[in-house]
């Protein structure tokens, strides 16, 4: 039941996982059967508690109503009872005659020595003045004090009943110096009611008692005044009759809130400092709030036993502390002058807080209001997308720098560096890395997986987004050219350039040397986050990670591929349409295209990463090769059988295996000029008799499967002899075939 739990993902991540079902749904049918078990015995307990509750206040009521009635009895009996006794009036008027002597006797003994009773609880306050850590005469100045207290209340109360607004005044008069002293005293109760906690650790415990033996007396006071008070208001028409019973405090004095709000102002106090200590350190708040745990403590190990048992001292001090913990958090977190590391160590406090106080004896569920009203998922959240606010204004400012630098390229340099084994980079990337480990530590300094993995992920979905953007910038400059819209051809090389340093750029991301320990930017962004999440978020990352890897891949292999779209749509702009045409066999076009290559593969072959430089010069092989297949498309091509276009072509492509035979990678070498005998085929394409041309079809489809038949029927209408039937025949034996798919090959990208 108190297991977490477990994700149906997580039981079934294989296919032969799915065995398991039976098991798993007799397994989740024990543990319903538990549950549900539970859940009946949970009710049943329930109701039963319920149903006793609401017998034991239909009982209640049924008492109520007995002593109301036999009340009502004692009262008739009264009244009656006065008819049964002769002369009933007389012994009561006499009676009645005989207490208002006695009161009045009482009264003016007590008027007569009031001052010199007053001036010997002065006297007494004025030595407790100067021994304020003893004051020896607490409590009979607090007894002198209410008897003088009753005194007064009596007095006033009389003579508001004489209606004589003269007399009032004169005894408010004398009465004065009363209040003052009620001051005094209440500013010695104060005062140490403030210092409690200190008291406790001084081990003044005789203070601390009597003034929790003054507080309990003044709280009795108060319930009897206002059960009086309440009684007479129900029964006014009895309240002339029970004026003998009311002596004593007439007013309620409220000692008794007076002490908790001492403990509340104490505690607020403390508060205040640490909120100082808090702002000036957010390090520092399990340090500034150490006191908080000492008070409580000091409670339950000293005062408990001090204090009335129906008090629940400690329980009492807990509500007050917690409560003012509860404020002072939530108004820490609203505080302008706090900052996110502040709110950050609000966060992380609430788990720390409920384990220190179930230490001290206090449950979780007990603590009301939660300390921070539950809203950690809340601060959760906004601190996460504070730091993420951060990450998009580095990554806008980095990538609008790069903008910059990009439109400025074309100075010496092409506003671009060299690491340290001479290859192209662009300046930023350094410091687009550097910033996303410095937000990794801010996510990790909260120390909370939730907050990491947040910020992990929307790192993951920038730097996808990085990338996009910068093919996106490099797409759209290259069309310029592409399209003929640059004069004289301004800040092409600085173009090429940048493609080639985007290139390092991405291989600089991914690739290890795992032999001298250096991690590339990808693989030691991952080891600095690793440690910050849980092992389930490291499976997923993992995927995060493989498919940006692969996306730097495929960005590197896209800015060489545009590279070599350019040289075919700029160097050999004039070159390209003239294949196959009748000024084809007056020009040596492939073998000027072939130093062209040459003389870019020379130039850029040691600013290119060492991972790259054949794949460089396999893209342009290719881009060569599908350029010039292309070429039947050619405005004006045509092979005519008077023509030696067999001879030509074999001169073109001997011209290219000259180079690529001469290369120092003798697998690239062969890899790259096999690719070029497709060019066999598509001579036997052009030679092969009419009736032999689905044959020839049939053969080149079959050795390359994505073979287009739109690039064959061009091929087919470039023939001097071209007849639809030959068309239609090839067609007809594509129909037949059936074509087993394999790996793209280089036919796939002749369209």
Known sequence: MDAAPVKLSELLRHPDDLDKIPALKLEFTRKKAAVDSQLRGGLRDQLETTQAGMNGITDGQKTLQAIRDEMMKIDTLCSESQNMIKDFASINLVSQAHRNFGAVETMVENLQTFNDRLNRVETMLREDEEDKE???????????????????????????????????????????????????????????????????IADNNSLVVRLAIIVEAEEKSDQRVEALQEALKDHKEMATRFQSITDGAKTV???????????????????????????????????????????????????????????????????????????????????????SANTLEIINWPEKYYKKMRKLGFAESDLKPHVIDNREQDLVKDFRQLIIKFLDEWIDR??????????????????????????????????????????????????????????????????????????????????????????????????????????????????????????????????????LVTPQYMERAENEVSLLSENYIDLSTWCLNKFAKLVIAVDFKTVMPTFFTPKWYETTAMKQMIITVEEYVGDYQQVLHHSLVDVFIQILADELLVQYLMSVRNKGAKFRRTDPFQDKIFNDVSTAFEYFRSLPNADLSTEITQSWRVTEKFLDLLTASKDAVPDVFQEFKTSYWDLQITWVEAVLRSRDDFERSMLNAVKARAAQMDVVRGAETIMGKVK
């Open 134 to 200: 003893n004051m020896p005469n607490l409590l009979a100045v607090h007894y002198e004090l209410t008897q003088l207290r009753n005194i007064r209340d009596d007095a006033m109360e009389q003579i508001q009943r004489a209606d004589d607004p003269s007399l009032q005044s004169t005894l408010e008069d004398y009465f004065s110096r009363l209040d003052d002293a009620i001051d005094w005293f209440d500013e010695h109760v104060g005062l140490i009611a403030l210092n409690m906690i200190n008291l406790l």
């Open 398 to 531: 980095i990538f609008a720098q790069e903008r910059r630098d990009f439109a400025d390229r074309n100075v010496e340099g092409s506003n671009l560096d060299t690491d340290e084994y001479g290859y192209f980079r662009t300046k930023n990337l350094v410091d687009m890395w550097r910033m996303l480990r410095e937000q990794v530590d801010a996510a990790g300094n909260s120390q909370r997986t939730d907050v990491a993995e947040g910020v992990i992920d929307a790192m993951f979905l920038r730097l996808r987004s990085r990338q996009q953007s910068f093919q996106k910038m490099l797409e759209e400059e290259a069309a310029k050219y592409e399209a003929d819209k640059v004069p004289e051809l301004e800040g092409f090389q600085a173009l090429q350039d940048w493609l080639i340093a985007t290139a390092n750029d991405q291989m600089a991301c991914i690739d290890d040397n795992e032999e001298e320990g250096r991690f590339a930017y990808l693989s030691s962004f991952k080891q600095k986050f690793e440690p």
């Open 253 to 339: 004095r409220g000692y008794k809130e007076k002490f908790l709000k001492a403990i509340a102002v104490n505690c607020e106090g403390q508060f205040g400092e640490a909120r100082e200590e808090f702002l000036a350190d957010p390090t520092k708040l399990e340090k500034a709030l150490r006191w908080y745990f000492n008070d409580l403590n000091a409670v339950k190990q000293g005062m408990v036993s001090l204090m009335p048992k129906k008090w629940k001292i400690l329980k009492t001090y807990g509500d007050i502390y917690h409560q003012l913990m509860h404020d002072f958090l939530v108004g820490m977190i609203d505080d302008p002058e706090s900052s």
